[in-house]
C-alpha cells in the first residue's frame, strides 16, 4: 500500500519569507509578533500582530492589495522552484486545495474612491478564487484548483481533502496548505469586537501566551503555506519531508460562540486520526496542539487531550507554534504543519514561546525553555475552528 | 436521494423560527444560513439523520452585502468624503454590533446547522466551486452525506440547495468544473423533478 508523503514547502510567514528564514527563526526562538506597522493602527485599541516578514523587515503592499494572495503565491513559488517533480506530471493529473480566510476588502480605497454612493464595492473585495485561477493557470495545474474556507481549520481541511484524493489516486500530484491575512481595518477590528484578541499589557512578543497561566487572548498572523503532496510510489525519495498517515474532521454541535469545553468531538477527530494510521495513542511521540492562547481553547483542548491519552495526557510533550506567529486562522494549521516536520526532522520538541506559568486547569507537558529532545516517529496536530469545526492529522516520520 | 431547493427574494422572510431548536441562535444569521436552514429542513423531513453524517457546504461568491457596510462608510468618512481611520475606529465599527461576526465568517451556515441539526461528523466548507463540493463527498470516509450549497445574488435573492445522498448517486450528477458555482449542483437536481423531496 502506497503511502501519501509531503514532499516540498515553501511559505511566507512572520518568521520570514521562505523555509530557510523560518527554520533559522524558529530554532533562534526568535517570535513574529510586534505591533502592526503594515498599514496605519494609530487609534487602534490593540495593534498586536504577527506581520509576514521578510528578513527582520515587514512585507508591505499598496492597500489595494490583498495580502494574503501574494503569500500564497510566494509558497507556491518557493514550493515549485525547490521541487521539479510536478514536471512529471501532466496538468489532468495536478490539483490544488488551499484554506483561505474571508475575502480582503480594501475599505480605505473604497471610501476615497467614493464608489460607495452607489454601492460598488466588488470591486474592492479581493477574491481569493481569483487567486487560485491565478495560481493553476501559472503551474499549468488543470485537474482543479479550489479553496476551503472552513475558517480556523480549513488549511487542515484543505490538505485531508488533498490526502484523500492521494489515497485512491496515487497518479496524482497535490499541491495544498493555506493562506491568510486578517491584518486589516475590517477583519481586524471584527476579531476586537469579538473580545478574542489579546489584551497582554506588556511587550507585543509577549502577547500570544498558549497554555500560560497568564493568556489573555489570541494574537492575529498572516502568512502562506503550500506543499506538494505525492504518493511515496510515484515520489523522489530524497524529497521526502514526512508521511500523512491519517486524517479526521468533526464538529462539535455545540455553541458558536465556545469550543466544546468538553472537547468530545475534537478527541474523537484525533482518535480516528490515529487509529487511521494503523497506530494506537500510546504510540503518539508528540502533539502539535491548537494552543490558541485564548482560555477557553486550552481548557477545551486539554479535555480533548484527556479523552485521546487517558492517564498519558499530560505526559506526552505538547507544542503551540501561535506563541511565535499568531493565530494564522484559514492558514495556521497548515502552517503549523512546518514546525511538525521540524519536530520529526530534528527529534525534538521545542519549547512553546511565552508559557511560563502552568495552569491546573490546563496542565499539559507544554515544554518549557529548551527544547525537549525525544524519539520522535509520530506527530498528531490538533486544531479547532471557530463555529466548531475540528481536524486531526497524524503525520510519521517517512520510513 | 432526498433534495431541497429553496430561493427567497430581497426583503422578503424566510420563516425559520418554527424549525429552530433554539430560537436565540437566530439573531447570528444572515439570510444565507436562514435559508440553509429552510433547505435542510425541508430535505430532512420525517427522516432521521445519524449524527455522524457528513456534512459538507459550499458558500458561493456573495454578491450582495447587507452586513453594515454602509453603516461603517458613513462613520469612517471625513469632510472631505475620505476615509479617516480615527473615525472609522471611534465610530466605525461600533456602528455594527459584534453578532455582524457570525453574518461574515463563511463557515457559519455550516456552523448553524451543525448546531440545530446535531451533526458531528465529517465536515468540509468549500468556496464557490461544484466540483470541489462534489470531491468532499467523492473521497468522504462514509458513504453516505448530505452536501448543500447557499448562494446571495447581486438583487439580494437568496438560494440554498441540499441532497441527502450516497456515493452511488454522484453518478447522477453532471462533470462541474471549478468555476460553476456549487448551488447550480442543486438548481439542476431540482429541476429533474425525479428526486425532489
Same mark, same amino acid.
Given at each position: 500500500m502506497s503511502k501519501i508523503v509531503i514532499t516540498g514547502a515553501g511559505q511566507v510567514s512572520p518568521l520570514g519569507s521562505n523555509l530557510k528564514e523560518f527554520y533559522t527563526n524558529l530554532e533562534s526562538g526568535i517570535k513574529g509578533i510586534r505591533n502592526i506597522t503594515a498599514f496605519n493602527s494609530d487609534y487602534f485599541p490593540t495593534k498586536f500582530g504577527g506581520e509576514a516578514k521578510s528578513g527582520s523587515n515587514v512585507i508591505k503592499f499598496d492597500k489595494e492589495i490583498d495580502r494574503k494572495a501574494e503569500f500564497i503565491k510566494s509558497a507556491v513559488d518557493e514550493l515549485l522552484s525547490n521541487n521539479l517533480e510536478i514536471d512529471k506530471y501532466s496538468p489532468e493529473n495536478r490539483i490544488a486545495h488551499f484554506g483561505a480566510g474571508i475575502d480582503y476588502f480594501d475599505l480605505e480605497g473604497y471610501v476615497d474612491s467614493q464608489k460607495y454612493i452607489n454601492a460598488e464595492w466588488e470591486e474592492f473585495c479581493k477574491r481569493s478564487t481569483i487567486t487560485a485561477k491565478e495560481i493553476a493557470k501559472k503551474y499549468k495545474i488543470a485537474g482543479g484548483s479550489s479553496l476551503n474556507? /472552513?475558517?480556523?481549520?480549513a488549511s487542515t481541511q484543505a490538505l485531508g481533502l488533498a490526502f484523500r484524493i492521494l489515497k485512491t489516486n496515487p497518479e496524482k500530484f497535490l499541491i495544498s496548505g493555506g493562506f491568510d491575512s486578517m491584518l486589516c481595518h475590517l477583519h481586524y477590528l471584527g476579531f476586537y469586537k469579538l473580545g478574542a484578541l489579546s489584551t497582554w499589557e506588556g511587550k507585543a512578543e509577549e502577547a500570544c501566551r498558549p497554555y500560560d497561566k497568564k493568556r489573555c487572548g489570541l494574537v492575529i498572523g498572516e502568512g502562506g503555506v503550500a506543499y506538494s503532496l505525492q504518493s511515496d510510489e510515484f515520489?523522489?525519495? /530524497?524529497?521526502?519531508?514526512?508521511?500523512?498517515a491519517g486524517y479526521s474532521s468533526t464538529m462539535d454541535s455545540y455553541m458558536p460562540t465556545d469550543p466544546n469545553p468538553e472537547g468530545e468531538y475534537l478527541a474523537k477527530a484525533g482518535l480516528s486520526a490515529i487509529y487511521q494510521a494503523g497506530?494506537?495513542?500510546?504510540?503518539?511521540?508528540c502533539v502539535h496542539v491548537h494552543g490558541t492562547g485564548t482560555f477557553r481553547n486550552e481548557l477545551a483542548e486539554t479535555q480533548a487531550m484527556k479523552r485521546i491519552f487517558g492517564e498519558l495526557y499530560n505526559k506526552i510533550p505538547v507544542f503551540s507554534l501561535k506563541g511565535h506567529i499568531g493565530h494564522l486562522i484559514g492558514a495556521c494549521g497548515a502552517m503549523e504543519i512546518l514546525a511538525v516536520i521540524h519536530s520529526i526532522k530534528n527529534q525534538v520538541v521545542l519549547p512553546t514561546a511565552n508559557f511560563e506559568y502552568q495552569d491546573k486547569e490546563a496542565d499539559l507537558f507544554v515544554i518549557k525553555d529548551e527544547p525537549y529532545r525525544t524519539n520522535i516517529k509520530n506527530v498528531l496536530k490538533l486544531n479547532a475552528g471557530f463555529g466548531g469545526q475540528n481536524t486531526a492529522i497524524l503525520i510519521k516520520k517517512y520510513e | 436521494m432526498r433534495i431541497s431547493f429553496k430561493s427567497f427574494a430581497l426583503g422578503e422572510s424566510i420563516p425559520i423560527l418554527g424549525l429552530l431548536?433554539?430560537?436565540?441562535?437566530?439573531?447570528?444569521?444572515?439570510r444565507e444560513t436562514s435559508a440553509g436552514i429552510a433547505a435542510f429542513s425541508d430535505m430532512a423531513q420525517g427522516m432521521e439523520i445519524n449524527s455522524d453524517t457528513p456534512l459538507f457546504y459550499s458558500t458561493c461568491?456573495?454578491?450582495?452585502?447587507?452586513?453594515?457596510l454602509n453603516k461603517i462608510v458613513d462613520a469612517c468618512k471625513d469632510e472631505n468624503g475620505r476615509f479617516s481611520q480615527k473615525l472609522f475606529v471611534d465610530l466605525g465599527m461600533s456602528?455594527?454590533?459584534?453578532?455582524t461576526q457570525f453574518k461574515i465568517l463563511y463557515n457559519m451556515p455550516l456552523s448553524f446547522i451543525s448546531i440545530e441539526k446535531n451533526l458531528t461528523g465529517d465536515n468540509a466548507v468549500i468556496y464557490n466551486s461544484a466540483k470541489a463540493l462534489i470531491d468532499c463527498a467523492k473521497y468522504s470516509i462514509k458513504d453516505e452525506f448530505i452536501i448543500g450549497a447557499g448562494k446571495v445574488w447581486k438583487d439580494g435573492l437568496v438560494e440554498s440547495g441540499f441532497a441527502y445522498m450516497n456515493k452511488n448517486e454522484l453518478k447522477y450528477l453532471i462533470n462541474y468544473d471549478d468555476n460553476t458555482a456549487a448551488i447550480e449542483i442543486f438548481r439542476e437536481l431540482s429541476k429533474s423533478g425525479v428526486y425532489h423531496v
Open positions: 474556507v /472552513s475558517a480556523c481549520v515520489a523522489e525519495k /530524497s524529497n521526502i519531508l514526512a508521511e500523512i497506530i494506537s495513542p500510546e504510540d503518539v511521540d | 431548536n433554539n430560537k436565540k441562535l437566530n439573531k447570528y444569521f444572515n461568491v456573495v454578491e450582495y452585502e447587507d452586513f453594515g456602528s455594527i454590533s459584534p453578532i
